[in-house]
């Protein structure tokens, strides 16, 4: 009986231990597969650690976005555009273009490789994808369902696609990859009669629609102002109606500000919202949990950082890093309204993307008051470091399109132009683009301005006379 019973704990002591093994091993293969380095992983794990403390599921991944350009234009053979920068996967325009690039791409050749010549790129019916940024070919063409090769065997990253009828096989639609930064087009052709049929029966929607706003190209326009082409917006007759934008703050409860409200709408960022601390410091609403802290500054910022210390990780991946931000974003439900990606640079070590907001098919650009006073560039930013959200700023803004105030438009650009020389003198001005955009400041409604860019600085003008 003694020895029944000795045997017996022996069992349960032996099956205790390899339970413990066995448990030790799957948390230390778990710690290795979750802090290994991201280069090399695929985008589901990428996308399952964006959130240090807080893992987001892969059905969260929007993996066409790398491919979707800021905006998208459209010109006809009487060299008169549209632009559209928002609601693009609903845009006809898109739909069409989508299928016309992936085609010509997955089944066309490659015929040559030319400097950029707008004169010819824009000549009769076109379609132009625009990036604020410069994309990795391989990425891109991950995103758009390509083929890996197809486009960086001949260019490593582009800004511009431009999608047009071939200009020698009439049958033949022509995709020309472009990159402004080395100056070169790389042209895939494919004949297909009715691709081309498609194409050309796309434009009939687009002429037959009514735009108040149109554009023209300054290359074929012969202005010489610029430093590249630019899609210069006009109207017809001295002046254009169009609704204002309203601005407001999604933390304020009756127009105030108060501590339980923000922590409720900042929730997202902790794993355990209810245990996190919350209290007012130096006039900063200020909140935290572990290594993640959270304030809303006085200048209307919400700043997101995390403080934990990060392995030796691989160098910055713009495709990875990317969705990481992107769904970092995604997951911060005050973040309403769409937006873009406008701007992105990185060091040895992190990836920092910069995002602005679109309404109306104008973008929305920040006053230099603003940008003065919150130290940011853009609406929203978020660095990326080692496959972890590092550090998120946005403005505390959303925009309200249901209440309609009308907006009244009589500076065309000739005007913007006149008005622009007066401030320099004799001085020749160059610009580097000019658009017409949504200003934002401590206004609270949001006219149109014209937006310039001169030697990389910020301008902008009301683009309404003051009688």
């Not at 431009?162 to 930064?181: C, E, G």
């Not at 005050?334 to 995002?355: C, K, P, W």
């Not at 470091?385 to 249901?402: C, D, T």
């Amino acid at each position: 009986m003694g020895d029944f019973m000795i045997k017996d704990m022996f069992k349960k002591t032996y099956k205790t231990f390899i339970i413990i093994i066995l448990t030790l091993s799957a948390i230390y293969l778990t710690g290795q597969l979750w802090f290994v380095e991201i280069a090399g992983r695929d985008i589901g794990y990428v996308m399952s650690s964006f959130f240090p403390n807080n893992r987001i599921d892969i059905e969260d991944i929007r993996t066409g976005m790398l491919a979707t350009p800021f905006r998208i234009i459209a010109g006809n053979e009487d060299n008169i555009y549209t632009i559209i920068y928002n609601n693009l996967d609903a845009s006809e325009q898109k739909r069409v273009a989508d299928e016309l690039i992936f085609e010509v791409l997955t089944n066309g050749t490659f015929v040559s490789s030319f400097p950029i010549d707008y004169s010819e790129l824009l000549h009769g019916n076109v379609y132009i994808y625009e990036f604020a940024v410069r994309l990795p070919s391989d990425a891109f063409a991950r995103s758009f369902g390509l083929r890996s090769g197809i486009i960086s065997s001949r260019v490593d990253e582009f800004d511009k696609i431009v999608l047009k009828q071939n200009s020698i096989d009439r049958s033949a639609i022509s995709v020309i990859i472009v990159n402004t930064d080395i100056g070169e087009c790389f042209e895939f052709v494919y004949r297909d009669a009715a691709l081309t049929a498609l194409f050309n029966n796309s434009f009939d929607n687009i002429s037959n629609s009514k735009h108040q706003i149109t554009y023209i190209s300054s290359v074929q326009e012969g202005y010489t102002m610029f430093n590249t082409n630019v899609f210069i917006p006009v109207w017809e007759g001295d002046y254009f109606l169009y609704n204002m934008v309203i601005p407001e703050n999604p933390y304020l409860e009756n127009g105030l500000l108060h501590l339980n409200t923000i922590a409720d709408r900042v929730s997202m960022f902790f794993d355990r919202p209810a245990s996190k601390w919350s209290g007012l410091q130096n006039n900063v609403f200020t909140f935290s949990q572990g290594n993640t802290v959270v304030k809303y500054h006085p200048n209307n910022v919400l700043e997101y950082s995390y403080y934990g210390a990060l392995s030796q990780g691989a160098s910055p991946s713009f495709e990875s890093d990317f969705y990481i931000a992107l769904n970092f974003i995604y997951r911060d439900a005050m973040v309403t309204g769409e937006f873009y990606l406008d701007a992105h640079r990185s060091n040895a070590t992190q990836s920092i993307f910069y995002f602005s907001y679109a309404i109306n098919d104008f973008p929305v650009k920040l006053s230099t008051i603003i940008m003065s006073e919150t130290g940011m560039s853009h609406a929203i930013e978020v660095t990326v470091e080692n496959g972890i959200v590092r550090r998120y700023r946005k403005l505390a803004v959303s925009f309200n399109q249901e209440t309609i105030i009308q907006g009244y438009a009589n500076i065309s650009f000739d005007d913007h132009i006149g008005l622009f020389a007066a401030d320099y003198g004799d001085q020749r001005i160059l610009l580097d683009n000019v658009s017409l955009a949504y200003i934002l400041d401590r206004r609270n409604e949001l006219p149109l301005h014209w937006f310039s860019i001169m030697e990389g600085t910020p301008h902008s003008q009301p683009a309404r006379f003051r009688y």
